[in-house]
């Protein structure tokens, strides 16, 4: 079956950077564009980046755009989510999402605070 497995979220201070990683398995990887949402307590989920299938044409939403950066491992299985210059806004349930089969990860949680 399609699954989604989300990791490297954790706490940072504000200015910090985290790497996410999203390990996909249960389908043709490379066949998919790839999406990372957020989701802050109380706010809807937002789509925050979006790679192609080859990985040549992304996506930021304004309020990440020059801070993160979406790439994939079309030979791991793997879509990751750079994030710098973390702010406290930042914080959220970072999830992605294969649009291909519209699946989901479980998230994880990233944390921007001193």
């Known amino acids: 079956q399609v699954q989604l497995v989300e990791s490297g979220g954790g706490l940072v201070q504000p200015g910090g950077s985290l790497r996410l990683s999203c390990a996909a398995s249960?389908?043709?990887?490379?066949?998919?564009?790839m999406r990372w949402y957020r989701q802050a307590p109380g706010k809807e989920r937002e789509l925050v980046a979006t790679?192609?299938?080859?990985?040549?044409?992304?996506y930021y939403a304004d309020s990440v755009k020059g801070r993160f950066t979406i790439s994939r491992d079309n030979g791991k299985n793997t879509a990751f989510l750079q994030m710098s210059s973390l702010k406290p806004e930042d914080t959220a349930v970072y999830y992605c999402?294969?649009?291909?089969?519209?699946?989901w990860g479980q998230g994880t949680q990233v944390t921007v605070s001193s």
């Open positions: 790679i192609s299938s080859t990985g040549t044409a992304s």
């Open positions: 999402n294969a649009v291909i089969t519209n699946s």
């Open positions: 249960g389908f043709t990887f490379r066949h998919s564009a």
